[in-house]
């Protein structure tokens, strides 16, 4: 999912941090460090993830839209200018803004907020705002929470204790509260300096930023790949105790189906799956000559000229037109398939189904499924004409959509009210 990085360059970022008696360090300077080190990992192991910048005091500006170049992210927090008083509200609705002008309301985010937990001073300080947000209007609704899914990080340039001594430390929970708690308040453990800003930021690393690797399994097939975006646990509203539930790192392929069959289905979340050089190792290049360099060949010429088990399967899966259903977890599945990025090129992704042992009602219980061969005869008929499964006949209307498009139970419910009340019309729900 996209980020947005939002830098505070109000004064109060320029207070001076002694470092081991020597020389003083800002505290934007500590959290220009940080926010290297944040894009450093991400250029190693998140390329994928579009990143923005943006810089806010009393006002709010996009410094680089969204991005992929990590290079001019970095260029940018080096030309970082000091601005006036803080103004936390109005730099979220700069967020609200840029983030639905590049992605709509429906796309996830992740907002990390990197502050110093002060609060600002008069009409625009985040205590004025959340003391006011419940007697606005509807033109001046506090951001929060926003129309898109969102994950706050907010990385306070202060240890705990000082933002204890005011009450900095509950304004700041009553903001991530407001952005539906999803997220997480972290800050700097003992002195402010770089080893403890270092430290805060590879937390958040580790909790939102950590790249997620499996083994995909086939018989006696396997092949390690990275998953990206991380999936993310979720949570089961009908469960009596409601639990997290998580993909395992051992995804297991249990059968494939065709494409006709699996139709559209509904599912929760897709996923890029890449395949990955597990031996990490650099090659280490003695005092020998250049005939025995040559002679060697290195270890990532090695692993290209190895067979892959992922790249065999997407080949595979794009010629055959088929999907590979893929177990997540104890009842718990997904599907693999080849999605074509343009006219050349063609990615192996992974959806996500509802966890469940029936996730898709036409085909019945997932583990109930078996190879045609063991049939009486063949279910698809001596012309592959027939269907085991209740689907939709192959005729297809002048009007019809290509794909099936899922909507909300509550917007379904508002149009079959709006068909009932015209009676003429009523024969569309038949």
């Known amino acids: 999912m996209?980020?947005?990085?939002?830098?505070?360059?109000?004064?109060?970022?320029?207070?001076p941090v002694s470092l081991d008696g020597s020389d003083e360090f800002q505290r934007k300077n500590l959290a220009v460090h940080g926010l290297n080190m944040l894009f450093e990992h991400m250029a190693s192991n998140y390329r994928l993830e579009f990143t923005s910048l943006m810089a806010f005091s009393s006002l709010w500006e996009l410094l680089v839209p969204f991005t992929?170049?990590?290079?001019?992210?970095?260029?940018?927090?080096?030309?970082?200018?000091?601005?006036?008083?803080?103004?936390?509200?109005a730099a979220l609705n700069g967020v609200s803004n840029v983030?639905?002008?590049?992605?709509?309301?429906a796309c996830p985010c992740q907002v990390v907020l990197v502050t110093d937990g002060s609060l600002g001073i008069g009409k625009g300080s985040l205590r004025h705002s959340l003391q006011t947000q419940k007697h606005r209007g509807d033109d001046k609704k506090f951001p929060l929470p926003f129309p898109f899914p969102t994950k706050l990080f907010i990385m306070s340039v202060a240890n705990a204790e000082e933002l204890?001594?005011?009450?900095?430390?509950?304004?700041?929970?009553?903001?991530?509260?407001?952005?539906?708690?999803?997220?997480?308040?972290?800050?700097?453990?003992?002195?402010?300096?770089?080893?403890s800003v270092q430290a805060m930021f590879g937390r958040l690393i580790d909790h939102a930023y950590s790249p997620f690797h499996a083994v995909l399994h086939c018989g006696n097939l396997s092949s390690d790949v990275q998953v990206f975006p991380r999936?993310?646990?979720?949570?089961?509203?009908?469960?009596?105790?409601?639990?997290?539930?998580?993909v395992n790192i051992d995804l297991e392929i249990v059968g494939f189906i065709e494409i006709a069959d699996i139709s559209s289905p509904p599912v929760i979340s897709r996923h890029l799956v890449l395949p990955i050089n597990v031996n990490k190792e650099v090659d280490e290049v003695g005092t020998g000559t250049t005939d025995e360099l040559e002679e060697e060949p290195s270890a990532s010429q090695m692993a290209g000229k190895s067979p892959n088990f992922c790249?065999?399967?997407?080949?595979?899966?794009?010629?055959?037109?088929?999907?590979?259903?893929?177990?997540?977890?104890?009842?718990?599945?997904?599907?693999?398939?080849?999605q074509a990025d343009s006219k050349k090129k063609s990615n192996l992704m992974m959806s996500l189904f509802e966890p469940g042992p029936e996730p898709l009602p036409w085909l019945g219980?997932?583990?109930?499924?078996g190879p045609i061969s063991e049939a009486a005869e063949n279910p698809y008929g001596e012309d592959d004409s027939k269907s085991p499964f209740p689907l939709q006949p192959s005729a297809k209307r002048s009007y019809a959509q290509n794909v099936t498009v899922w909507i909300k139970a509550s917007g379904l419910q508002v149009h079959c009210i709006f068909v009932f009340l015209i009676k003429h019309n009523q024969t569309i729900l038949c």
């Not at 992929?68 to 509200?89: F, I, P």
């Not at 469960?239 to 539930?245: H, K, L, S």
């Open 2 to 15: 996209p980020t947005v990085v939002l830098m505070d360059v109000s004064l109060s970022m320029t207070r």
């Open 68 to 89: 992929r170049d990590y290079n001019a992210l970095q260029e940018a927090l080096g030309n970082l200018e000091d601005y006036d008083k803080t103004c936390v509200e």
């Open 99 to 105: 983030v639905q002008q590049e992605w709509g309301s």
């Open 164 to 195: 204890q001594m005011t009450d900095a430390m509950d304004n700041l929970e009553e903001l991530l509260r407001l952005s539906g708690g999803d997220g997480q308040i972290f800050t700097m453990e003992g002195p402010l300096c770089m080893k």
């Open 231 to 246: 999936p993310e646990p979720i949570v089961m509203d009908e469960e009596v105790e409601p639990m997290p539930r998580s």
């Open 311 to 338: 790249v065999l399967l997407h080949g595979s899966l794009k010629v055959e037109g088929m999907v590979a259903l893929v177990q997540l977890g104890p009842e718990w599945y997904g599907m693999l398939y080849s």
């Open 365 to 369: 219980k997932i583990t109930h499924l």
